[in-house]
């Protein structure tokens, strides 16, 4: 899939008008491929009563277009004006076209009784109030023409992006409009792909409006959807000729007294992802809880403090691992101190392969995140928006609405692949790429899930994937199989103990 930001799109029409395909044309387009995939999904407009909301903005002069096809094509239309007599030149043009050909056109403010009472007969409702320029919340009266929108027993159908849904990050204001259909101009934009926007959205279809391929081949996309193809693409058969060194060593620093599942999720999770040897290193209070639970694994008996987390001491006894080791996670149940910061850092200077750094890993280096510049390896990190606003030091709103710049000001500031967990889990590399993750579910939020993933992640880096992979393989098929716990356990029922086995009835479909 396509995926632009909204700077990007705008520099595409910018590029498009200066060389000839004007934004009038461009418009002209965006009008006549959402009304032909109108018309598509429901086979015949002939006699079909249309309401086209339509704002001041480019939005609204698309909804013009809209308009003025379906009408050309024998649907009976009403344009209600919201906010006026357009404001660009384009719009202008495409309202005069529909003052021509005689179009019912409303004003909102002024038929707003009228407006309610011709809802009741519309079979149809076109959202083109504002596209993707929105941002905040609705001011009066677009507040009343969304609840209006909502209310009617209509199918709505949003022009690029429902309106109240910022496109750049998926938030919806309070009353957004909820599309059935959502027809995306050129491309899909961030808004579509994050939640809670993607749910606002409805079905999405993206719409090619003409833009030259010589502009398109000029704006490199850096934003990319995951999916199937990419990801089993990317997972390599085993060779019959091969044995556990083949899969490569994996060294879990994880557990302490309050957290010993941590420990045992990360583990069996790393195993099931194809890892040849896992070995725990924590605790011996914490061994000696999970060693039963997860037999295939070795363990790395360590040196405990009072409070139950690994000592500093440890360090000693962890060296010959980690400079020998094919991978390193920390930070799963880790606890927090002045010791597992401590150690974090001294995994980061001295670790030979990639350092995967999860949890209380993380919130122990958030003082001095710099440290994650001494790893040899680009190291990964999988905070969830929460540890990700201590990182940064900034709020937890703030971090929620601009978690794709976040995440990847973060990777290139720390050389780092940043996997920032969420509803809409975001993948960020240091060269500015972008990752949206397509599964998932809500059964995911529970304790343990971002163990299991850290462990998936980990597993993969183990095995000698680049960084890349190892999120976006880990996170896509940590979600695919918590999806298909789903279907047979419930959302509600599902435990993230569940996820590795149902990663293997995936992995064996596939012959993996």
């Known amino acids: 899939m396509k995926i632009l930001t909204v700077e990007q799109m705008k520099a595409e029409e910018r590029l498009s008008d200066e060389m000839g395909v004007t934004y009038q044309r461009l418009m002209e387009n965006a009008g006549c491929a959402a009304a032909s995939f109108i018309r598509k999904t429901l ?7 249309f309401m086209i909301f339509c704002g001041s903005g480019n939005n609204g002069g698309d909804g013009f277009v809209v308009a003025r096809k379906l009408f050309e094509e024998g649907a009976n239309v009403i344009v209600v004006l919201c906010g006026g007599i357009p404001r660009s030149d384009e719009a202008k043009y495409m309202y005069n076209c529909l003052i021509q050909a005689e179009i019912t056109m409303l004003d909102f403010d002024m038929d707003r009784k009228k407006v309610d009472e011709l809802l009741d007969g519309a079979d149809i409702i076109i ?41 750049e990050t998926g938030i919806a204001a309070k009353g957004s409009v909820k599309a059935n259909f959502t027809v995306a101009f050129e491309a899909a934009k961030p808004g579509h792909l994050l939640l809670p926007g993607k749910e606002y959205c409805g079905k999405t279809e993206v719409v090619d409006i003409g833009i030259p391929h010589e502009v398109k081949a000029q704006i490199e996309q850096n934003c990319f959807m995951t999916g ?18 083949t899969y490569g060593k994996l060294l879990c620093i994880t557990g302490s007294s309050n957290f010993p599942g941590a420990a045992a999720l990360s583990a069996f999770g790393a195993m099931r992802s194809g890892a040849g040897i896992t ?69 980061l200077e001295n670790a030979s392969g990639t350092v995967v750094i999860d949890a209380d890993g993380l919130n122990c280096i958030s003082e001095d995140p710099s440290v994650l510049k001494k790893a040899k390896e680009i190291p990964i990190i999988t905070p969830h928006i929460g ?41 960020a590399e ?48 940590h979600g695919l199989a918590a999806d298909r716990a789903a279907e047979e356990l419930s959302e509600y029922g599902m ?17 993996l």
């Open 387 to 427: 540890e990700m606003a201590r990182f940064c030091g900034i709020s937890i709103p703030e971090t929620v609405e601009n978690r794709i710049s976040i995440a990847s000001d973060a990777a290139k500031k720390y050389d780092a692949i940043v996997v920032l967990k969420d509803s809409s889990t975001v993948i």
């Open 127 to 167: 959202d083109a109030v504002f596209g993707t320029g929105f941002s905040g919340e609705f001011r009066s009266p677009y507040d009343e023409v969304a609840e209006m929108m909502n209310s009617a027993l209509s199918v709505r159908i949003s022009l690029d992006i429902p309106s109240g849904v910022n496109a």
């Open 228 to 245: 199937e193809d990419m990801v089993f693409s990317s997972i390599r058969k085993r060779p019959r000729f091969s044995n556990k060194g």
């Open 43 to 49: 086979s015949t407009v002939a006699g079909r009563n």
């Open 279 to 347: 070995t725990v290193a924590t605790t011996e209070k914490v061994v000696s809880i999970i060693a039963s639970r997860i037999p295939e694994a070795t363990f790395l008996p360590l040196p405990e403090n009072p409070d139950g987390t690994i000592s500093a001491e440890a360090k000693e006894k962890l060296l010959p691992y980690i400079e020998k080791y094919d991978a390193v996670l920390i930070g799963c149940g880790l606890g927090r101190g002045k010791d597992i910061a401590e150690l974090v850092g001294f995994v």
């Open 430 to 477: 240091p060269n500015g790429d972008v990752y949206f993750n397509s599964t998932g579910n809500p059964g995911l939020s529970k304790g343990g899930s971002g163990d299991c993933l850290a462990g998936m992640i980990a597993s993969f880096a183990a095995q000698g994937y680049i960084e890349t992979a190892c999120a976006v393989c880990g996170v896509y098929l």
């Open 495 to 511: 435990l993230p103990s569940d996820i590795p086995n149902y990663l293997c009835k995936i992995l064996a479909e596939r012959n």
